[in-house]
């Protein structure tokens, strides 16, 4: 089993930054590959970013490439995202997931998940 718990989400201004941690406890974190995906109220769970288990490839949502970064410190069990030059749009709950393989754009593919962090942005 993994325990995956984020943090840093909170209230910004258009075009400010956050950086998004996910701690992982349990099975070994540099095994897993990470995905992180957002949920904005009435809309479907969609993907954001992922890396896989060594962090030597990471892959975006065309909506946030070029702003947001995805990486991992599997020697603290912790991955990040950084999201910058942050929109109204961006605005949802974040969750980052693990899974022991390759890593996917599709939710489903996950076996882990954390509880969500709140991101908002005000225009």
């Known amino acids: 089993q993994v325990q995956l718990v984020e943090s840093g989400g909170g209230l910004v201004q258009v075009g400010d930054s956050l950086r998004l941690s996910c701690s992982a406890s349990g099975r070994t974190f540099s095994t897993l590959a990470m995905g992180w995906f957002r949920q904005a109220p009435g809309k479907e769970r969609e993907f954001v970013a992922g890396?896989?288990?060594?962090?030597?490839?990471?892959y975006y949502a065309d909506s946030v490439k070029g702003r947001f970064a995805l990486s991992r410190d599997n020697a603290k069990n912790t991955g990040y995202l950084q999201m910058n030059s942050l929109k109204p749009e961006d605005t949802a709950v974040y969750y980052c997931?693990?899974?022991?393989?390759?890593?996917?754009?599709?939710?489903?593919?996950?076996?882990?998940w954390g509880q969500g962090t709140q991101v908002t942005v005000a225009s």
């Open positions: 890396i896989r288990w060594n962090g030597n490839y990471t």
């Open positions: 997931a693990a899974e022991p393989f390759g890593g996917s754009r599709i939710a489903s593919a996950y076996t882990y």
